[in-house]
């Protein structure tokens, strides 16, 4: 069984910087992990960052140049670098992974930004 855990999340100044890490806690195999997500109080989830099968990395709007996306296939590990965090950035951060056509999620990460 998948089990996706996510860490690094905290309470930081906005200005700082934040480095999320996902990993399958059962080493499960053919599991990619792709994607950050993130959920605000009152919001619905929304796609951070997500990188290809060849790696290319994609980012929403408001956090292209601040976040970077990368996967170590080595280890099938998923981090997320956060730089210049916003009060905006605050929210609970999901990975995700997908397995045979199933996508799977992780219980989370808080981040909480203050100003």
């Known amino acids: 069984q998948v089990q996706l855990l996510e860490s690094g999340g905290g309470l930081v100044q906005a200005g700082g910087s934040l480095t999320l890490s996902c990993r399958d806690s059962?080493?499960?195999?053919?599991?990619?992990?792709n994607s950050w997500f993130r959920q605000a109080p009152g919001n619905e989830r929304e796609l951070v960052a997500t990188?290809?099968?060849?790696?290319?990395?994609t980012y929403a709007d408001s956090v292209k140049g601040r976040f970077t996306i990368s996967r170590d296939y080595f280890k099938n590990t998923l981090d997320l670098q956060m730089n210049n965090l916003k009060t905006e950035d605050t929210g609970v951060y999901y990975c995700?992974?997908?397995?045979?056509?199933?996508?799977?999620y992780g219980p989370g990460t808080q981040v909480t930004v203050s100003s």
């Open positions: 059962k080493s499960t195999t053919n599991l990619q992990l």
């Open positions: 990188v290809d099968s060849l790696n290319k990395p």
């Open positions: 995700n992974g997908r397995r045979r056509g199933r996508e799977y």
